[in-house]
């Protein structure tokens, strides 16, 4: 998708910090609507797309013309919204895992720590894997004899899906879902990952051991990209 404000520049000239206030000011009078009181869902839906499509208007324009490397990555997503979809996504995910062990009558026994959560981010890392893969690295689960038994991953386009393994892991591999969140929540929550876990020297570790409630200033970047655009 073409940078909004390159297209009204071609136009109408304009200075993209310029843009980025003028977007501001829209975004903050989206928020005051109060889309508790619309008659129909979509109504509310279409609010906060209008207010999604800001957000990465504001993000490509910020990074594209280098405005303010010190920004916290922070102020773009610190909104209740996006707060309470990065709290949604790690409540999805520990939801689905005692789901499965209630459903596939798993005893806590059978489970390795007594089926803790762990973000495996030990082989490829977070930044290659939402690169290359287009997703966080996997949060796990796993038996007693440290073979999976399932693990989630949160995608790019938001949904959060794995795999599941009966028979002590080595069962064939069950799809799985946890439902989704925005595009801007899954990126915000990839940026934390890699802040907080791989950035802190802590790989394939319980979830426990991470920060999620850190305030966000690491960006995700393909060097590579930078590289041929120069």
Known sequence: MRNLFEAYADRLGGDPEDFISDLNEIKSKLEEIDVSKFGAKLSAEIVEEFIDTIDKQIRMTTMKYDLDESTSLNEDYTDERIERELDKAL??????FKSIIKEKDISKEDLYENGAIYYMNGNDGTDFDWIANGRTCEFEIFYDN???????SVFNDGTIRGYYWSDKGAGRGEEISAGEISEEAAYALACLCLQEADNQN???????????DAEIYTDITDEEDEEDSW
């Open 146 to 152: 440290e073979m999976g038994c399932a693990k989630l």
């Open 91 to 96: 409540s999805a995910i520990s939801d689905k």
């Open 202 to 212: 802590i790989y394939d570790s319980d979830i426990q051991e991470i920060d999620w």
